[in-house]
């Protein structure tokens, strides 16, 4: 199995967790928010693999500008995983975890949003 396709089976996993978990209410928002970045920036840097890209950083703003090269992103995509930027730190070393917590109807945003690069990630052959 390539690394691209081991990555994107990571991704496709926990995004798996996250749908049945948010459903059952099993987890709170604050760890399916982790869940969620995780496997968006899997499903991002197996896209990008795909095309013979590895990315420099792993910010999710950052791999979605490098998506870009190759396709076409909604913009209120590209919006939401640069506030995600913002909301996380997910790359400070001053901000050990996520102080923001999203709602509800924020996570079940999220949620599509993971699954539209779910759909990306398979129109690539991964």
């Not at 926990?14 to 978990?21: D, G, P």
């Not at 928010?33 to 496997?39: A, D, F, K, V």
């Not at 909301?87 to 102080?99: E, F, H, N």
């Not at 949620?111 to 779910?118: D, G, N, S, T």
Request: with cysteine; net charge negative; charged share 20%.
């Amino acid at each position: 199995m390539s690394t691209n396709n081991s990555i994107i089976n990571e991704a496709n996993s926990y995004l798996n967790t996250i749908t049945k978990s948010f459903a059952s209410k099993k987890f709170d928002n604050k760890f399916l928010l982790n869940l969620t970045t995780m496997s968006l920036e899997k499903f991002m840097v197996g896209y990008l693999m795909a095309q013979d890209h590895l990315p420099e950083h792993h910010t999710l703003g950052f791999l979605a500008g490098e998506m870009t090269r190759y396709t076409q992103l909604p913009l209120a995509d590209i919006d939401l995983l640069e506030q995600l930027d913002d909301k996380i730190q997910l790359c400070s070393l001053d901000a050990a975890a996520p102080a923001w917590i999203p709602t509800d109807q924020e996570m079940t945003t999220l949620i599509e949003m993971l699954k539209r690069f779910q759909t990306l990630t398979q129109q690539v052959g991964s």
